[in-house]
Nanobody, 123 residues
């Protein structure tokens, strides 16, 4: 059983929208922190956003702030990444991860990684 499974990636034109899903299995999202990361070819992995399921507080990188949001549905044990106004530079494999804390998203422990879903923004 894979703890985290992403879905919803695909090909979209610039300016379009996609919603990625991160389904948790084997553990509940209550009181957990879930982060979204992305990695483009030839580039380092980048932290995109994070949500603290305890209070639904979310944080975003400057590169996506104002365009991406992280709704969650604890009843479905799913966290989403709603991506609007997509740009070609958003093209990457997107991963969700269960992390120790959003405050230490890039430096702290990661409990589980998903396998990723490809997002391609191109006309």
């Amino acid at each position: 059983q894979v703890p985290l499974v992403e879905s919803g990636g695909g090909l979209v034109e610039p300016g379009g929208s996609l919603r990625l899903s991160c389904l948790a299995s084997g553990f509940t999202l209550d009181y957990k922190a879930i982060g979204w990361f992305r990695q483009a070819p030839g580039k380092e992995r980048e932290a995109v956003s994070c949500i603290n399921s305890r209070d639904n507080s979310a944080s975003y990188s400057d590169s996506v702030k104002g365009r991406f949001t992280m709704p969650s549905d604890n009843a479905k044990n799913t966290v989403y990444l709603q991506m609007n106004s997509l740009k070609p530079e958003d093209t990457a494999v997107y991963y969700c991860a269960a992390v120790f804390s959003c405050l230490t998203l890039t430096t702290g422990p990661v409990y589980f990684w998903g396998r990723g879903t490809q997002v391609t923004v191109s006309s």
